[in-house]
């Protein structure tokens, strides 16, 4: 009889959660597969899914929406598509995983699959969510001719890019927690007004390392971060007092999942009164929101 299995395809921006296998495993071991499991008795293959996400990642799947079904002589295989998920990825089967990642379909490839399956069947869940999964392209969406955090007569633009690749040289990285039209704020060191969490890159380079430690310190535990978009500071005559690198600085947003796990507070990005509406970052998130 062969094995019922149940696995989820997650998708964040243009990449997908694969686990490594850890090397004590008997079926498998070192290996890079999908999350999920096997379907007991009297489980639909979608309730065993849930299951297995929450006992292996902690999370809640929002919508699974069923993706292929491949049989082969030794089991059968159900695989969901899961854009949408309560609480952070983290490994919580240590045993059976030793790393989790976000990978975009080039560096899957370039991976040790558990299955000569796995790639093509990515590659056309990918394909066929072209819509939500591939990135989309860097689209300017405001300017702020002679910025007033910027030496005169220079200009800052406001660029959206969910999913796509973090530019540098990056100065700061922000990270963007939501509930519904809220935001997860605290307070700024300097003024002590509301501000998404912030950090200093401090090699300058696409900031996503930075903001996965950051990530990690506001939420507890490490998880997922996706590039919302971010700050183009072009600057073509700077003066002693301008800190960043020119002509071109970024200042990114990335976005995760999850419930912060330090003090802070909730704020409305859909407020017209909102004390967040002078941030630099403010086009994109609200941008982001109504996208």
């Not at 964040?12 to 498998?28: A, E, H, N």
């Not at 890019?161 to 040289?169: D, H, I, R, T, V």
């Amino acid at each position: 009889m062969r094995d019922r299995i149940a696995a989820a395809v997650l998708i964040d921006g243009d990449r997908v959660l694969l686990c490594l296998r850890s090397r004590t495993r008997r079926w498998c071991p070192g290996v890079w597969d999908l999350p999920g499991g096997h379907v007991e008795d009297c489980e639909s293959p979608a309730t065993a899914l849930s299951r297995e996400l929450r006992e292996e990642l902690g999370i809640t799947a929002r919508a699974g929406r069923p993706a292929a079904h491949v049989e082969t002589d030794d089991y059968e295989i159900d695989v969901f598509v899961v854009h949408e998920w309560d609480g952070a990825i983290r490994n919580r089967a240590p045993d059976e995983h030793d790393k989790l990642a976000f990978v975009t379909l080039a560096e899957a490839a370039r991976l040790d699959l558990a299955d000569a399956h796995l790639l093509p069947l990515l590659t056309r869940v990918m394909a066929t969510e072209s819509g939500i999964t591939r990135p989309t392209a860097p689209e300017r969406i405001s300017t702020t001719p002679n910025a007033p955090w910027l030496p005169p007569g220079n200009r800052a633009d406001a660029v959206y890019s969910p999913g796509g690749a973090a530019p540098a040289p990056t100065g700061l990285v922000r990270l963007l927690i939501q509930r519904g039209d809220h935001v997860f704020c605290v307070a700024r060191d300097d003024t002590g007004k509301p501000d998404l969490p912030t950090r200093t890159v401090p090699d300058l380079d696409d900031g996503r390392t930075t903001a996965e430690l950051l990530t990690r310190d506001i939420l507890g535990e490490p998880a997922a971060v996706t590039l919302v978009g971010f700050i183009r500071n072009i600057v073509d005559t700077p003066d002693a007092d301008y800190p960043w690198p020119t002509p071109n600085a970024h200042f990114s947003v990335w976005a995760a999942h999850g419930e912060p796990r330090i003090q802070g507070q909730w704020l409305s990005i859909s407020d017209q009164e909102s004390p967040l509406r002078d941030r630099h970052w403010w086009p994109i998130a609200t941008h982001a929101n109504t996208a």
